[in-house]
T-cell receptor
Framework: AQTVTQSQPEMSVQEAETVTLSCTYD???????LFWYKQPPSRQMILVIR??????QNATENRFSVNFQKAAKSFSLKISDSQLGDAAMYFC???????????FGQGTRLTINP | EPEVTQTPSHQVTQMGQEVILRCVPI?????FYWYRQILGQKVEFLVS????????KSEIFDDQFSVERPDGSNFTLKIRSTKLEDSAMYFC????????????FGPGTRLTVL
């Protein structure tokens, strides 16, 4: 079965500090994309960052970066200089080429302490 | 890139009633998806739709559900006879250029079945 596991139901961090959210996944496919989505209290799903599995270089988007370990099937999200607006649920997801669907993890609720 | 809009933002219905949720693309997108999120749970894939046909569906998407694009613009999800357990957020997503193009989500419709 294709699964995504986020082992941290909740995380908290002090404002301006760095936090890392964990994600592991299970697939036998070699071509896939990985994503982190943010869901604030409004419940809208907002794309944070995306990583192509064939790329060795880790994706970065401003304060957000990933640590992609393909052999370990690990895809963690690092948020630097945390801001109050980063408080949200964060979902890890992947999409296998040709599958036309995202498979999501259970999410990690991130709290930012002022 | 712009996402899609969804109407209504909140729908309350009685068990056994039919509901239609609408997704309005902002530009000419090719691929559409429906996902649902029961409160407090992960986001689950329902169905993907390409070129006016279902291309992939999950085990959740049974005969109670149907999708169509009746006027070539709006993309609808119909739930024929709602059950209490259908209460959830329903998200429409779109991608534009290919099967592995990033999926961007609409704001969601909150469905409450009484």
């Amino acid at each position: 079965a294709q699964t995504v596991t986020q082992s941290q139901p909740e995380m908290s961090v002090q404002e301006a500090e760095t936090v890392t959210l964990s994600c592991t996944y299970d697939t036998s496919e070699s071509d896939y994309y990985l994503f982190w989505y943010k869901q604030p209290p409004s419940r809208q799903m907002i794309l944070v960052i995306r990583q192509e599995a064939y790329k060795q270089q880790n994706a970065t988007e401003n304060r957000f970066s990933v640590n992609f370990q393909k052999a370990a099937k690990s895809f963690s999200l690092k948020i630097s200089d945390s801001q109050l607006g980063d408080a949200a649920m964060y979902f890890c997801a992947y999409e296998i080429q040709g599958a036309q669907k995202l498979v999501f993890g259970q999410g990690t609720r991130l709290t930012i302490n002022p | 890139e712009p996402e899609v809009t969804q109407t209504p933002s909140h729908q309350v219905t009685q068990m056994g009633q039919e509901v239609i949720l609408r997704c309005v693309p902002i530009s000419n997108h090719l691929y559409f998806y429906w996902y649902r999120q029961i409160l407090g749970q992960k986001v689950e894939f329902l169905v993907s739709f390409y070129n006016n046909e279902i291309s992939e569906k999950s085990e959740i998407f049974d005969d109670q559900f149907s999708v169509e694009r009746p006027d070539g613009s709006n993309f609808t999800l119909k739930i024929r006879s709602t059950k209490l357990e259908d209460s959830a957020m329903y998200f429409c997503a779109r991608s534009g250029r290919g099967m592995l193009d990033t999926q961007y989500f609409g704001p969601g419709t909150r469905l409450t079945v009484l």
